[in-house]
């Protein structure tokens, strides 16, 4: 019969080590597939760009375009604000906005402006216009990118949900 001796040091060290490692996996987690974004969307840059660039022009501001990589951040957050059922920024694990921005390769510095229950992009537009936070990010003069997505998901009870996306 043998007897094994426990070191404690050695067990510390490796409880650190594996800890460490668990941290660091979660870290480097992308917000993409972190949680179930099974729903309907759609991309609604387009509607919105004109009636945001005008609201720009009328204030004397650049106009903003279509960027490729805002307009699928714009639809991964409304993908899983449908699927959770509510209107938040930070929703999932490792879902910081920032730390989703530069995975989803938007160009800082970014913003997002979030809605729910409205039928259209022009709904939505006009909710974002009302509110003084809302309406400051789109007339940010520090953006030049814009994506715009609604999503729907029979979890949330085909409630469609707004994302904005506003890029450097």
């Not at 070191?7 to 660091?24: D, E, K, Q, S, W």
């Not at 509510?86 to 879902?95: L, P, R, S, T, Y």
């Not at 509110?131 to 409630?159: I, Q, T």
């Amino acid at each position: 019969m043998t007897t094994k001796t426990t070191n404690p040091i050695r067990r510390r060290a490796l409880l650190a080590t594996a800890l460490g490692a668990t941290a660091t996996a979660i870290s480097s987690c992308t917000t993409t597939g972190l949680i179930d974004t099974a729903s309907d969307s759609s991309d609604q840059t387009d509607a919105t760009l004109v009636m945001i660039n005008k609201l720009r022009g009328e204030r004397g501001l650049e106009p903003l375009s279509r960027q490729p990589a805002t307009a699928n951040a714009a639809r991964d957050q409304a993908r899983r604000m449908a699927a959770a059922g509510k209107m938040q920024h930070n929703i999932g694990i490792g879902a910081d906005f920032g730390k989703r921005m530069k995975g989803m390769d938007v160009p800082l510095p970014a913003a997002e402006n979030i809605a729910v229950g409205q039928d259209d992009a022009a709904r939505a537009f006009q909710a974002w216009v009302d509110s003084p936070k809302h309406l400051a990010n789109m007339l940010g003069s520090g953006y030049r990118g814009l994506g715009v997505a609604e999503a729907r998901s029979p979890k949330s009870g085909n409630r469609p949900y707004w994302a904005m996306v506003l890029s450097s």
